[in-house]
């Protein structure tokens, strides 16, 4: 029996703002020492009233406009009542009927997904579970509260059940990181808990009458959200096939088991007695310039993607590390516009398209490579590079134009990441440069000739292993600085005179 899958997504996002969602505390996730940045307000005393965070409306504002949903006219915030240790206040102030973006959607591979909802609530405070107790004597385990992150603006986005894989979730999943990161509206780290995933999985064998829908929960990675949604699909075809039934309900997924468990049964919205925040006005979302937000939206990766395919002819591959790693990606196409100017500068013709294409290949060729290994390996960002992108077209040019091996590239090129300094120099210093002169090679390769007439009479017998011995006397005369192509073309040329 095959099944039909219907999957959607619930994903949770924490934003990059300067203070928490309705108070002015800071909104720091790298803060270790714990209950720091709290208030009377985001501990939910008595008495205290919340202020709305522009910034974070604004910000999720901006993330519905670049999903292509509609702007609510008026949107309002309500109160999500439950009890749970994390949660001062007994409720979370989140948003119910009226969210502030509506009916979007992301294109994954060609298929539309869409999202029916984004909306803004806070995040909860954080529980820490210590073996041994308070006191470690005690020899019982304890759990610990932190509320650092009470109050964290908390963006929420909702997809349609659209999604017909495990794999088109994880996509989904992975483009929504990636246009949060080009926002600047959240860092949206999964291993940090700052982009949290929630999967409503559910099968049917008729497509009119959809399945019993189960809610997988503590997806923290990618990975997770794709293995979880396959088992899931996967024990759900078991329990039918089977002739059981599948139960709604929350179930959890165990990273080291790989597994699903049961958690809860589902609960339904009523259970929360929703109810407008009394503290807070309906938001009139008129009063935000959404002409200056989209404004303040980069080429998004879904546009990227074909230009720079189609613009610098890259390889699918290419494109997409250079449209992952953004600022890599923004710094390629400034070491491009540097090539343009070198190119069109000089004192000759243009470079035929086809050499400028050699050229771009190249300089993709040594960032991905090369420059991003050297980034991973100190683990530096792409934006703190040292290396103007001036400097870089140079070292694509010196390289292009048989200035330098490709080993004295990688020499220069570690030299350039280390202290920014310039190739050309460094190429000096270090008496890097290749020696790509015809005229000079030549002479060089007469008298090496001329000094070993015994093997270039073998080669001109048939022993055609003579040649590389000639043509290490070579490098050896030129302290490796000769271009070996040239060489080898030079050396076959006069021997076969
Ligand atoms: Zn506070």
Not at 238 to 265: C, M, P, Y
Not at 297 to 324: A, C, G, M, N, T
Request: net charge negative; glycine share 6%; aromatic share 6%.
């Amino acid at each position: 029996m095959t099944y039909r899958p219907t999957i959607g997504l619930e994903i949770h996002a924490e934003l990059k703002t300067n203070g928490k969602m309705f108070c002015g505390c800071l909104n720091d996730p790298d803060e270790r020492h714990p209950n720091l940045n709290v208030c009377p307000i985001c501990l939910g005393h008595p008495g205290t009233l919340p202020t709305i965070n522009k910034k974070a409306v604004e910000s999720v504002i901006k993330t519905g406009l670049a999903t292509g949903c509609r702007i609510a006219g008026v949107s309002k915030f309500d109160r999500k009542n439950y009890f749970y240790p994390d949660l001062p206040k007994g409720y979370q102030i989140s948003q119910y009927d009226k969210p502030l973006c509506l009916d979007g959607f992301l294109e994954i591979s060609g298929d539309k997904i869409r999202v029916r909802r984004i909306h803004l609530e806070e995040d909860t405070g954080r529980l820490v579970h210590v073996q041994g107790g308070p006191s470690a004597s005690s020899g019982q385990s304890a759990s610990l509260i932190d509320f650092n992150r009470a109050g964290v603006p908390l963006m929420e986005l909702v997809t349609e059940p659209d999604i017909k894989s495990a794999r088109e979730a994880r996509k989904f999943a992975e483009e929504l990181q990636l246009i949060l990161r080009y926002l600047g509206v959240s860092s949206a780290d999964m291993e940090k808990g700052e982009m949290r995933c929630e999967a409503n999985v559910s099968i049917s064998e008729d497509a009119a009458k959809p399945g019993v829908k189960v809610e997988v929960k503590n997806l923290n990675s990618f990975k997770s959200v794709e293995r979880a949604i396959e088992y899931e699909l996967q024990r759900q075809a078991e329990l039918l096939e089977a002739g059981e039934k599948i139960v709604q309900e929350t179930r959890g997924w165990d990273e080291n088991k790989e597994k699903t468990f049961s958690q809860r049964l589902k609960e339904e919205a009523h259970d929360y007695r929703y109810f407008p925040e009394p503290d807070l006005p309906p938001l009139n979302t008129s009063l935000f310039d959404l002409e200056k937000i989209k404004a303040e939206i980069p080429e998004l990766p879904h546009y990227r993607r074909p230009r720079f395919k189609e613009e610098y002819k890259l390889s699918d591959e290419q494109v997409e590390i250079l449209v992952s790693e953004k600022e890599l990606g923004h710094y390629f196409e400034q070491v491009i516009s540097e090539l343009k100017e070198w190119d069109s500068s000089r004192h000759r013709a243009k470079l035929a398209p086809e050499h400028f294409d050699a050229i771009i290949k190249l300089t993709a060729n040594y960032l991905i490579s090369d420059l991003m290994s050297l980034l991973n390996e100190s683990g530096d960002a792409a934006k703190d590079l040292l290396i103007t992108p001036e400097n870089f077209a140079e070292f694509v040019v010196m390289i292009h134009q048989g200035d330098i091996s490709s080993k004295a590239a990688k020499i220069i090129l570690k030299e350039m990441y280390g202290s920014g300094a310039d190739p050309s120099h460094i190429m000096e210093e270090k008496g890097l440069s290749q020696l790509s002169d015809t005229g000079e090679i030549e002479k060089v390769v007469k008298e090496v000739i001329d000094l070993n007439p015994k093997a270039a009479a073998d080669y001109r017998a048939g022993q055609k292993n003579a040649m590389q011995f000639l043509a290490g006397q070579i490098m050896a005369k030129t302290k490796g600085r000769a271009n070996p192509q040239i060489v080898q073309e030079i050396l076959s040329k006069l021997l076969t005179e």
